[in-house]
């Protein structure tokens, strides 16, 4: 997505929590995770330290990046939206889904993939959010180790489950 925005001149500016941007995201955290706050570029990032595996803590990060420029949201999404994810080395798709986001146009997709040796088993949502002349990508991805995916299958759910965009 973000090569595809970027080479048709769409200026992409990461928001953090604190920006003045009219888009916010929220994402209630689970019994045993830990809001450990914004590092830029990402707006909000969550792990939960007590289930580590293979030296990788379960984590959610959220970006919020707003859009400077021409863009038709909806093709964004249709024709871009699973392709950061693809790429990833090794990926398998496990489902996905294009269908509106709190009426946002959205690409979600779950899979996995290698990563350092270790098979990781991720979920992407990226939806775009227009505020007048301006649009904003929100960009959620949840991961665990493969093994697991299973144990921690209702924490994935709430976190993305719980997502809440925002338009003040």
Avoid: C
Wanted: charged content about 20%; proline content about 6%.
């Amino acid at each position: 997505m973000n090569e595809y925005l970027q080479s048709a001149g769409v200026k992409v500016v990461p928001v953090s929590p604190e920006s003045s941007a009219n888009v916010r995201v929220e994402m209630p955290l689970p019994e045993g995770w830990e809001n450990l706050g914004a590092f830029e570029p990402a707006y909000l990032v969550s792990d939960k330290p007590s289930a580590a595996d293979q030296g990788r803590t379960p984590s959610a990060v959220i970006y919020l990046i707003r859009l400077e420029g021409a863009l038709d949201a909806r093709t964004a999404i249709t024709e871009h939206g699973f392709v950061d994810a693809q790429n990833a080395q090794g990926f398998q798709k496990i489902s996905s889904s294009l269908d509106d986001f709190q009426g946002y146009p959205s690409a979600a997709i779950e899979g996995t993939y290698d990563n350092q040796n270790v098979r990781v088993h991720a979920w992407n949502r990226d939806v775009i959010v227009p505020d007048g002349p301006l649009h904003y990508l929100v960009q959620l991805t949840v991961t665990t180790t493969e093994a697991q995916a299973s144990a921690l299958a209702t924490d994935v759910a709430a976190l993305t489950g719980g997502l809440k965009i925002t338009k003040r």
